[in-house]
């Protein structure tokens, strides 16, 4: 089974509200008058971090990408489990986990480790506690509204490429990325609709228009590029864990995104790019499964 | 790394009072009044599932014994999380994953499904609300409390040993164990220590014992078993996932469990079985990595 045909398949069977965590980034529970925002992704050895990587730097983004989905939903992170299948560099995991979880204050409360052959799967549940209710998602982005992105894309790919090629050059971004948490916190009361970047843009903001039946029209020139003369593989690049959101266009923001593009009503595509209508998701950025 | 260093180094960053859940079943978290308890479990295959097994019995007990964990702690679930690697069997997971949420009311949270090769690992994540706080651990038998088991152990062995030599014999104890969630709940009120027995009651014990700073004095005869020709199998092999715990000799029980043997001061050992000490946990049941 492909990944979509199997994600069809769950959600036939989650019939929770909540389960809407299947689609989205993560999923928000009411728990007593608080927010519960709980996500789980795995990382797969050779697919999802280089061979012969420094284990330290898996352990810190399989946390977090976890915390990006918080961050996406405004919630402040109440701890992480980890899943781990044991190999070469566990205490390079163990030094990188340690790392990641002090800088963003993070406890670990638990998890499970097993010996394994193969390619080996790492996972991560994130809990986090929300700052709004209901918790920002991708379905709200409104016609009229502002499309914003929190920082500059493509560093990530430029990470990638110095690590894969071995030049020298600074592949922190790819290696370690940054949840957006505060800016999330900030920004959960004003969104209309939120995501963090996992698999580029233009996928993701496809993703979210198609979620919200609205077009999203993008200005690619608008958009923070880490290499001009590369644009367009910098829009369609994953991993840079910056936030894409609408916003009504006479909001205040509490801080300074890039303003990319607008909501318009839902017209022949989800995406338009720079006057491009895209009606299919493929090609845009990266697909799983 | 074997998995008890990897452990150790684990607990030595973790310093939230919640992160006994590395070592003990389920972590559990305060959260505006409510205590939330969480747990993740992992399956790897041709380790923790025999070679062409029915999926469906797979997802069945992948949940099941995330459950077992919230079932240990008296806690309700609220939702799963799972962590899919896509392979052989997928249409099969799902309906063993729909079977084991509807028999337990349990609802879809979310999850992660990702490609890979070799041998899968499989994740889930269990979150649930504790009905009674502090929440059982392993770790409060006192001397003079009896030791229960909430029922029969050996019908996992019986199972699993059916399914491998295709005998035709009842194999539901080992593919689809029944979480107490009922008796957790029950039982957490008046408890002194509780956990379930996952890696057979011998080692689970022994552990409960360490944990507790305590010696349990077991009486093999009295543990009921699925095999009286094979006791000691029967008391050291796991999956049967029953709960294990301690209470006041005085205390009135909600359920009708069986009594085999009581908590005394530390002694030599953390187990003495039929008068036998033992020292060390090697060799009494299921041990990991």
């Known amino acids: 089974m492909n990944e979509q045909n199997f ?50 730097d898996v352990a ?6 976890n915390l990006s989905d918080l961050a996406a939903k405004g919630a402040e992170p109440l701890g992480v489990l980890i899943g781990h299948t044991l190999g070469d560099g566990d205490a390079r995991f163990i030094e990188g986990l340690r790392e990641v979880l002090e ?19 790492l996972g991560c549940t994130a809990l986090g506690r929300a700052s ?9 982005a409104q016609p009229g509204d502002r499309v914003y992105v929190t920082g500059t894309l493509g560093l ?3 990470g990638f490429e110095a690590l894969r090629d071995r030049t020298g050059a600074d592949s922190t971004a790819y290696r370690r990325p940054a949840p957006r948490l505060a800016e ?36 690619g020139n608008d958009v923070p590029v880490a290499d001009a003369a590369r644009r367009r593989e910098c829009l369609s690049w994953g991993d840079d864990y910056e936030l894409l959101f609408t916003a009504p266009a006479a909001m205040a923001l509490p801080l300074e995104p890039y303003y990319i593009g607008t909501v318009r009503p839902w ?23």
Request: some cysteine; proline content about 5%; charged content about 20%.
């Open 7 to 56: 994600v069809a398949a769950l959600r036939s069977i989650a019939t929770h509200r909540a389960a809407r965590g299947l689609a989205d980034d993560a999923a928000a529970l009411e728990l007593n008058g608080e927010t519960l925002v709980v996500t789980h992704d795995a990382m797969v050895e050779g697919r999802h971090w280089l061979p012969g990587q420094d284990m330290a």
């Open 103 to 121: 800088t963003y204050g993070v406890p670990l409360l638990g998890g499970d480790t097993v010996g394994g052959h193969g390619a080996r799967t």
């Open 184 to 219: 999330g916190r900030a920004l959960a009361p004003i969104v209309t609709a939120m995501m963090d970047i996992s698999d580029g843009l233009l996928l993701d903001a496809w993703r979210l228009a198609e979620a919200s039946g609205v077009t999203l029209a993008i200005d």
């Open 156 to 158: 990530a790919m430029l």
């Open 60 to 65: 810190w983004k399989l946390v977090a990408v």
């Open 132 to 140: 709004r209710c209901p918790v920002p998602s991708r379905a709200g």
């Open 267 to 289: 017209m022949e595509a989800p995406l338009v790019l720079d006057g491009e209508p895209f009606s299919q998701a493929k090609g845009l950025g990266y697909q799983h499964g």
